[in-house]
């Protein structure tokens, strides 16, 4: 079985507007060739064999196979069962059947397929992946030796490295996107790892990223992942089908909240939104509108490893190359204010995911320093209060427990994952603080 040198699993830090067409004027051919494209054909060649697959069970222990299999797989590393035709496999995982390359590879699903208490949605976060261990697993169950990545594919579950990747295997490329001998170093070591966005989020932004860094018009940014795979030539050709699936990711909707809603409490709330939240995050209901703002990262106060990691060296790369040559990179002064859409359904929040709840976004001092994160996405760990994710907070001095050694410990003392910033919510009251969010839950 063919191995690719190097893979790209992006789709995790982009979105797009493919034309400038409404959503209601595209044909709805193309929406279903863009959905095939997305979810029913291969893009990638495959990684490992289907055995690699089925045997992984002998890496965890057990004396025998478990049942429900692709239940049990997918729990493990943090993936969800496919709501369309998958072969078997959970969703971020395909099957290819082309001769010599046959086996399995990965797709956008992988982090962009999410669940909410046994719900698989397409476009979802998803917050529970565990990259490292999954690519790692896959690989010795094949009796190979995982690929040395220079960096991080994740330190916390739910996480991924992807702007690392990205630099990485562009510089396995030419401008013209011929391969290179020996990659361009564009600073992979530099970025941190992230939490992916909401697809459903791509059709009101006109930049993308975190920080607003490309025209979201560039339908070629999504396009990175193929340089692992596939020739200059092949990934030219595969233009049209991604613009394709682009506007398919652009017709998801978020999903409505699950639970009850005080619609009293909520529309006291809908004032104190207007006179705070408006100006960086836009408008809902029927005036939506939203301002692709910038946040200066002296004003928004995040944490600044993911805005520092876009070199000089990396942007002028990028630009020279196929990837740039019709909308080139954009320098910013900060991060995007995303929009708010479904917010209930993204957390934990902040581009890094370092704070659990929107009650702690609002209030800085509540943020916990260091916790643990859910291993599902149950409703039993969501917190319907708060808003996000029931987490189990670490007391300083609990530091030599194998707790923990889990994989499931953010620690924002760590590069990239610091959870300071966005203090506007401070100013607020309790009282205020509980309006606003029940006023969130019907975004």
């Not at 709805?28 to 495959?46: I, M, P, T, V, Y």
């Not at 953010?410 to 009251?429: A, I, P, R, V």
Request: charged fraction near 25%.
């Amino acid at each position: 079985m063919k191995r690719p040198i190097v893979l790209i699993l992006l789709l995790a830090s982009t979105s797009e507007l493919a034309a400038d067409k409404p959503l209601k004027e595209i044909d709805a051919d193309l929406l279903s060739r863009g959905k095939h494209a997305l979810l029913q054909e291969n893009h990638l060649n495959a990684m490992w064999s289907r055995k690699a697959y089925e045997d992984a069970w002998k890496l965890w222990g057990l004396d025998q196979k478990p049942n429900h299999y692709l239940e049990t797989f997918a729990a493990r590393y943090g993936l969800h069962p496919a709501p369309y035709e998958n072969n078997g496999l959970p969703m971020g995982l395909r099957q290819v059947d082309q001769n010599e390359l046959a086996g399995i590879a990965i797709d956008c699903l992988l982090c962009h397929g999410g669940s909410f208490n046994g719900q698989s949605m397409v476009g979802m976060p998803n917050t529970s992946l565990d990259l490292s261990s999954l690519f790692r697993d896959l690989s010795l169950s094949e009796n190979k030796l995982p690929f040395p990545w220079p960096f991080h594919l994740n330190t916390t579950r739910g996480t991924t490295n992807a702007g690392a990747i990205a630099a990485f295997v562009l510089g396995f490329r030419n401008p013209d996107l011929t391969r290179r001998i020996l990659p361009a170093y564009l600073g992979w070591n530099a970025f941190p790892d992230l939490d992916p966005p909401a697809w459903w989020l791509w059709s009101r932004k006109r930049t993308i990223y975190q920080d607003g860094g490309t025209d979201a018009q560039s339908v070629r940014a999504t396009m990175q992942f193929l340089i692992s795979d596939h020739t200059a030539e092949e990934i030219k050709d595969l233009e049209d089908t991604w613009q394709t699936v682009t506007l398919y990711i652009q017709s998801l909707n978020p999903p409505a909240y699950p639970f009850e809603i005080d619609e009293d409490l909520a529309r006291s709330g809908s004032k104190i939104f207007h006179n705070h939240c408006t100006r960086c995050h836009g408008n809902y209901g029927n005036e939506s509108s939203y301002p692709n703002k910038i946040i200066p990262i002296e004003e928004i106060g995040t944490d600044r490893a993911r805005y520092d990691a876009i070199t000089a060296t990396f942007r002028k790369h990028y630009d020279e190359s196929w990837l740039g040559e019709k909308y080139s990179s954009l320098k910013t002064r900060g991060y995007q204010a995303p929009p708010l859409d479904g917010i209930w359904a993204t957390p934990p929040y902040f581009h890094n995911g370092s704070v659990p709840t929107v009650w702690e976004v609002l209030k800085s001092d509540q943020r916990p320093n260091r916790f643990l994160r859910r291993p599902d996405t149950n409703s039993s760990s969501y917190d319907a209060l708060r808003l996000g994710w029931s987490v189990i907070r670490i007391r300083p001095d609990h530091s030599n427990s194998k707790t923990l050694d889990s994989n499931m410990l953010f620690d924002s003392s760590l590069f990239g994952k610091g959870n300071q910033g966005h203090t506007f919510g401070d100013k607020l009251t309790d009282k205020q603080r509980w309006e606003l969010i029940e006023y969130l839950k019907t975004l």
